[in-house]
């Protein structure tokens, strides 16, 4: 799980399935609109987040009951 605070209040989140936390960054700054090309991801474990992006669809990040519970520093 990544988290992006931009300096105007903006909030991205992304994520990845593989141990390298720079595809969630990535993908926390293109939600935020930090970066304008949208990440490409290849989907490793068909999980609901990973078929949602691919699709271009909403992330179901209510799927997973602990992202709610996630404690996140304030900018």
């Given at each position: 799980?990544?988290?992006?605070?931009?300096?105007?209040?903006?909030?991205?989140?992304?994520?990845?399935?593989?141990?390298?936390?720079?595809?969630?960054?990535h993908m926390?700054?293109?939600?935020?609109?930090?970066?304008?090309?949208?990440?490409?991801?290849?989907?490793?474990?068909?999980?609901?987040?990973?078929?949602?992006?691919?699709?271009r669809e909403?992330?179901?990040?209510?799927?997973?009951?602990?992202?709610?519970?996630?404690?996140?520093?304030?900018?």
């Open positions: 799980m990544a988290r992006v605070l931009t300096k105007d209040g903006r909030t991205g989140f992304g994520f990845s399935m593989r141990l390298d936390a720079t595809e969630a960054r926390a700054e293109w939600h935020a609109g930090v970066r304008a090309e949208r990440p490409a991801i290849e989907p490793v474990l068909a999980h609901p987040w990973e078929t949602a992006y691919v699709a909403t992330i179901p990040w209510d799927v997973e009951p602990g992202f709610a519970g996630l404690k996140w520093l304030s900018g």
